[in-house]
C-alpha cells in the first residue's frame, strides 16, 4: 500500500487514542487489538524516522526559546525554509507491506469510535 508520509503522521495520535478509547470503554476483541497493535508496529518505523528528520530541520532552522528548546516560530526568517522543508518530507511517498486493516467491531464498540480518528486512519482502515 502507497501513502505519503503526511498520512503515516497525522495517524500516529489517533491510532493511539483509539485503541486507548477503546480500551477504557471494554475490553477490545481479540481480532481487533491484534490489527490495530499489528498496524501500530507497521507505522512505527515511518513515524519514528518521520520524526528524527523533523527534529533535525527543527534544529537547522530552529533558535533557542524560552524554555531553552530549539523552536521554529512562524514570523523567524527561517520560517518559511523549515516549512518548505517540512512540506517535502510530509509529501514524500511510503510504501507499506500491507494492505488495508480490516477492523471487525461490533456496533457497541462503533459507538465508542472517535470520528477525527477515523478520519485520520481512513488510508490504513476499515471497519467492519
Known sequence: M???NLQ???AREPLETLIAEMEKAQPIPVKAA???MKLGRKLG???A???E???KLIKEYG???ENGQIVVKPESKSWEKFAAAWN???GEDVELDSEKTILPLDEKYRANILVGALAALEPFLEVE
Open 2 to 4: 502507497k501513502v505519503s
Open 8 to 10: 503515516v503522521w497525522l
Open 34 to 36: 491484534y490489527r490495530l
Open 45 to 47: 518505523p515511518h513515524v
Open 49 to 51: 524516522l518521520i520524526d
Open 53 to 55: 528528520v523533523r527534529v
Open 63 to 65: 533558535t533557542p526559546g
Open 88 to 90: 517535502e518530507l510530509l
